[in-house]
């Protein structure tokens, strides 16, 4: 069940929504200054050191002439989905699971393309150090577990992992999540802040060229390879502005697929220039550590199976009730150009 604070605050954003749709008009375009679309730029958040679809669209040309606007960087998905509620930003992404318990709290977005995903080349791991007593489901009763945010991937993934190996309500309520910045999580862990650590990309990989951690499980060993996170808008923006959304998603699925058919290393040379470009003073070290996509679907197309696991986890956990969300009715690929075949 929802519980009265989360609609509580879900009412406070969608009214807050309502205001700032009524009062903000920045970003509209003014009459021929971006051809047929409504608005000439889309506010987004960023990550430090890391070059989104949506950017790497941009600095493709994939979205002229829209132009992007960064109003500053974020660490969390469920912070970022947030921000397009409340009209801060014009779009946003966020884990699955995320953008589900947003939408089951009445916020009123819709997802609309892959964010990132999970193969064999892009995964998380649940590490620990080589002497801990850690091996299976049961032995984190009691431990201490640094994620980056709550609520979103990195726990739900842990959670799923501890039910699967029977453990009750109680026995994951045992299971402490310590929010720790991703970069100092194997500090946090090798200094015994924590007992285990959730690591990826370049900080798994430089963890493990130290040495003395091992992983308990992975994300892709539980689930295989799937889409996990979606960029969103709200209904709000997509009522009012659809030539606009349909060139961002069109724009950020050619994006995804030129990353995912392109050498791995043209790939890497063209985010460390975006990041060289854009003088944000950030480390552009992590885009080397850069692998692939992720992103099950052709051109970030969006599945029933990216929205239906977690749906199923949160009705099991009592976060849903049964059929109070349906897969179809979150998501939408009708502005994808690859929903019919090769764009």
Not at 110 to 123: I, S
Not at 250 to 276: K, L, S, Y
Not at 303 to 310: A, C, G, I, K
Request: with cysteine; charged share 20%; net charge neutral.
């Amino acid at each position: 069940m929802i519980s009265f604070t989360s609609l509580r605050r879900s009412c406070l954003l969608i009214g807050l929504l309502v205001l700032v749709a009524c009062t903000r008009d920045e970003g509209k375009a003014a009459s021929g200054s971006a051809g047929e679309l409504e608005r000439a730029t889309l506010r987004h958040q960023g990550f430090s050191g890391m070059v989104s679809y949506p950017e790497l669209a941009e600095d493709l040309g994939y979205l002229a002439p829209l132009k992007l606007e960064y109003v500053g960087n974020t660490i969390s998905g469920p912070q970022d989905i947030q921000t397009v509620v409340t009209g801060d930003v014009d779009f946003g992404g966020a884990f699955n699971g995320a953008v589900l318990k947003l939408i089951a709290a009445k916020a009123p977005i819709t997802a609309l393309v892959g964010l990132y995903g999970v193969d064999e080349n892009t995964w998380s791991g649940y590490y620990v150090l080589d002497g801990s007593p850690i091996r299976a489901a049961r032995d984190f009763i009691g431990k201490k577990v640094a994620v980056n945010t709550v609520g979103a991937h990195q726990e739900f993934v842990l959670r799923e992992y501890l039910a699967r190996a029977g453990l009750t309500k109680e026995d994951i309520a045992q299971v402490t999540l310590v929010v720790v910045p991703p970069i100092t999580s194997e500090q946090a862990l090798r200094q015994g802040q924590v007992d285990v650590a959730v690591l990826q990309s370049i900080l798994r990989d430089k963890a493990l060229e130290r040495g003395q951690i091992r992983s308990v499980f992975t994300d892709h060993e539980l689930f295989g390879a799937f889409t996990a996170g979606s960029y969103v808008m709200s209904q709000h923006f997509l009522r009012e502005n659809p030539k606009t959304a349909r060139r961002f998603v069109e724009g950020t699925a050619r994006a995804i697929e030129w990353a995912r058919n392109t050498p791995r290393d043209e790939v890497r040379a063209r985010m460390r220039a975006i990041v060289a470009r854009r003088g944000r003073n950030e480390d552009p070290s992590p885009i080397q550590y850069w692998r692939s996509t992720g992103i099950a679907g052709t051109g970030g197309l969006l599945s029933n199976r990216d929205y239906q696991l977690w749906i199923d986890w949160l009705v099991k956990d009592g976060q849903l009730e049964p059929r109070q969300l349906v897969p179809g009715k979150v998501y939408t690929n009708e502005l994808n150009p690859y929903l019919h075949g090769p764009a």
